[in-house]
């Protein structure tokens, strides 16, 4: 799921376009043909996604020269829903 379509189910305001969750499907598929996960629908999918050219794979060795900042914390409510 993309970060933004979890702020979306939190009541917030998001911008989700197309190219969201084209590199959201196209991430997806590659954690599948990594043996990593299992897709359930797979023709939700396979029709939109992007070239790898527009996602950044890092190796683990890589790791360390990021700063990986979440965009989302499941569990963290924000502020305005609060009140």
């Excluded at 963290?76 to 829903?81: A, I, P």
């Amino acid at each position: 799921m993309h970060f933004k379509e979890l702020f979306s189910l939190d009541g917030k305001d998001t911008d989700l376009v197309d190219n969201d969750l084209a590199r959201r499907n196209t991430i997806t598929n590659l954690l599948s043909d990594w043996g990593l996960l299992k897709i359930v629908k797979e023709d939700t999918t396979k029709d939109l996604t992007v070239s790898l050219s527009q996602i950044k794979i890092l190796s683990h060795k890589e790791k360390s020269e990021w700063v990986l900042l979440p965009k989302y914390q499941i569990g963290k409510k924000s502020q305005t829903l609060d009140k």
